[in-house]
Nanobody
Framework: QVQLVESGGGLVQAGASLRLSCAASGRTFNSYTMGWFRQAPGKEREFLAK????????YYADSVKGRFTISRDNAKNTVYLQMNSLKPEDTAVYYC?????????????????WGQGTQVTVSA
């Protein structure tokens, strides 16, 4: 069982940066692939980025590649999402998620545990 708590969201202007954090409970954090997703009002939850259990592999959605960076600190049981050059269309609730096995695939259904989400609002 893993419990996830996101933080770091807020209201920023276009072009600004934010770093989201996701703190995980449990002693097996370093065995989970971690992902970041977002969901805007009226839209489906969208995959953004993922990082392997060891941190050696990452993968990004085309929509954020080059602007967002995922990282993790297994000693702190925390995964991060650094977001640069934010745009109004990045406005959404951002979620971190954990999956117990595998790395490939970006479907929401592959992830077993979810945080409660943190709101990011980007004004024009």
């Amino acid at each position: 069982q893993v419990q996830l708590v996101e933080s770091g969201g807020g209201l920023v202007q276009a072009g600004a940066s934010l770093r989201l954090s996701c703190a995980a409970s449990g002693r097996t954090f370093n065995s989970y692939t971690m992902g970041w997703f977002r969901q805007a009002p009226g839209k489906e939850r969208e995959f953004l980025a993922k990082i392997s259990a060891s941190g050696s592999r990452t993968y990004y959605a085309d929509s954020v590649k080059g602007r967002f960076t995922i990282s993790r600190d297994n000693a702190k049981n925390t995964v991060y999402l650094q977001m640069n050059s934010l745009k109004p269309e990045d406005t959404a609730v951002y979620y971190c998620a954990a999956r117990g096995s595998g790395f490939y695939g970006t479907d929401v259904s592959r992830y077993n545990y979810w945080g409660q989400g943190t709101q990011v609002t980007v004004s024009a």
